[in-house]
């Protein structure tokens, strides 16, 4: 006999065993207990960017697990998972994705700086969003800054800023180990929201549609790492900002 | 049957002053209040209780649970007696039992846990874990949640009967699942309650489960009395008024409108609807209270609702 009978049944509802003011008190909760870290993370977020902009690979892995771990700890382990067995999932998911950060970061040789292009831009965007917006759209929702959403702390615009990291600077081969995760929790987190009826709640589940679908570009059309001025003549890439190749000195 | 002291006298009380109205309804020291008897005792239960499911899943949270704790005050006072809850919902009973440690545990609970493992040998432990966190020594009733491992867990509760560890054994579903499996558990095995979801949208369990329960002398919780909020959110969000003929059965808001509808029904014992507000507990029990609706006029409040 299985806990959950007949399981097509049931709607996500059906799980969601908590009410969305107990969810967002979580937050104000996590504020009350570590602000103002959530300082130290908006400017983490920033330099996060920034190394990622500048290609440094290996920093970049291992600042990045500065707040999947803290995210996992304060919100998921701490907080989240007194009312789920979900919150203690993504506790532990989150803690998995780190040493999976760091074999990309220490697997991957450092490249070219930023190259603006469909999926780079589109991950620089993604990232912004992940620091700027969270709070921002906490205000629209009625809901006061000390119970936003903030990078590092909270799990939805943390995920939203690595989306737009891999989107800037991994290869598509590795979306199959670094981005399983992150969907997940997006998945999960629209889930949850949507049976909340809460507002914006598939904004981080239009990211990650938006972030897959600019991985598939990514992977079909940049495969290769540079476009000479030659191949931009005729790339059928729109927008695209070529390498310039090194043109011989005139004599 | 092993009836405690504080049940006996309850059972005394109400009885001397019971005008019973049909066989299973009868009015106790408050006039206005309708209890009703658990089928295998006798024994009145208030037909507004109290589910915990979403409700009082706080987690840690002290402001909650203090929140929560003014709820369940606003219950007892206003003569409430079941309580609800189930290891599967998350941190509830915990905070039943912060919530009861804060009030003291009022003479009128009855107190009402699920058994949710699909360890069979876990009964007991499971019993005893919800026991030390609602901080009281014995359930009223131990129902298994879901119809997980029923077989295994009933017989173990059987023994807990025996023993005086538990005073009622029940089996619950919910959104009208397993409604066959439960009819035929209803009339193989000795019950004292089930649990199932009737409500004035989703009344299946008029046709089978709730003859079935009278045949057999099984008590009847009702969960999800607006359907898990949807069905008072959406009444509420189209402002639809009360008919004009509520009055006749002392409705004043469409929450004792949905409730009287149920407890009305004669195999139901009691509902439990969930709140987390004060306001709406105290709209909740106002349902116990004044005239209830009679066969006809359960048909027009069905009428009335599919209408809007």
């Not at chain 1, 995920?159 to 800037?168: S, T």
């Not at chain 2, 006298?9 to 006039?31: C, E, M, N, R, V």
């Not at chain 2, 507004?48 to 409700?55: A, L, N, S």
Request: proline share 6%; glycine share 6%.
């Amino acid at each position: 006999m299985s806990m959950i009978a007949n399981p097509g049944s049931y709607s996500v509802s059906n799980f969601i065993s908590f009410m969305d003011e107990v969810y967002f008190r979580l937050f104000e909760r996590q504020f009350e207990a570590w602000w103002p870290a959530h300082l130290l993370m908006l400017g983490l977020g920033i330099g996060i960017i920034v190394l990622a902009c500048l290609a440094k690979i290996r920093t970049l892995a291992v600042t990045l697990a500065i707040p999947f771990a803290a995210c996992a700890i304060t919100f998921h382990l701490q907080l989240y998972a007194e009312l789920t067995p979900v919150g203690k999932f993504f506790g532990w998911a989150f803690l998995i994705q780190i040493p999976l950060i760091l074999i990309w970061g220490f697997v991957t040789k450092s490249r070219e700086t930023f190259r603006p292009n469909i999926p780079t831009v589109t991950g620089a965007a993604i990232a912004t969003f992940g620091i700027v917006a969270y709070p921002i759209l906490a205000l629209f929702a009625e809901r006061e800054l000390p119970g936003a959403e903030y990078f590092g702390m909270a799990p939805d615009p943390t995920i939203c800023l690595f989306l737009g990291i891999a989107l800037i600077c991994a290869r598509p081969i590795w979306f199959l180990l670094l981005l399983p995760i992150p969907l997940l929790w997006a998945a999960t987190t629209g889930a949850t929201l949507d049976s909340f009826e809460a507002p914006f709640a598939m904004t981080l589940p239009i990211i990650a549609t938006i972030t897959v679908a600019a991985s598939v570009w990514k992977a079909i059309f940049h495969r290769q790492p540079a476009f000479s001025v030659a191949d931009k003549m005729t790339s059928p890439l729109a927008g695209e900002i070529p390498q310039m190749k090194k043109q011989p000195k005139p004599d | 049957m092993n009836i405690s002291r504080r049940h006996s006298l309850k059972l005394i009380g109400s009885g001397a002053t019971a005008l019973a109205a049909s066989p299973g309804i009868a009015f106790a020291q408050d006039p206005k209040a309708l209890l009703k008897k658990i089928p295998s005792s006798g024994e009145e239960l208030p037909v507004i209780g109290m589910g915990t499911w979403r409700t009082f899943n706080v987690g840690s949270d002290k402001v909650l649970r203090d929140a929560r704790t003014e709820v369940l005050k606003a219950f007892f006072a206003n003569g409430g007696g079941m309580v609800d809850c189930s290891p599967m919902y998350g941190s509830a009973r915990e905070v039943v039992g912060y919530a009861l440690k804060k009030i003291g545990i009022p003479k009128t609970l009855f107190s009402a846990e699920k058994i949710w493992t699909e360890d069979s040998s876990a009964t007991r432990a499971q019993t005893a874990e919800s026991a030390a966190m609602w901080g009281i020594k014995t359930f009223d009733l131990m129902q298994i949640h879901n119809l997980v491992a029923w077989k295994e867990h009933l017989a173990t509760l059987r023994e807990m009967k025996k023993e005086g560890l538990i005073r009622y054994i029940g089996i619950t579903t919910s959104h009208g699942r397993r409604h066959a499996d439960l009819e035929k558990i209803m009339t193989s095995e000795e019950l004292d309650f089930v649990q199932l979801t009737y409500n004035l949208t989703h009344r299946e369990v008029e046709k089978r489960l709730l003859p079935t329960a009278i045949d057999n002398g099984i008590a009847v919780i009702a969960n999800r009395p607006y359907d898990g909020g949807n069905l008072i959110g959406r009444l509420q969000k189209k402002e639809a008024p009360l008919p004009a003929w509520a009055t006749e059965i002392d409705c004043k808001t469409w929450a004792d409108f949905l409730l009287k509808f149920i407890v009305s029904q004669p195999a139901i014992t009691c509902a439990i609807p969930a709140t987390s507000k004060v306001s709406h507990m105290n709209e909740n029990m106002a349902a116990r209270l004044g005239n209830m609706p009679d066969e006809a006029t359960r048909k027009r409040m069905i009428q009335y609702v599919e209408n809007l």
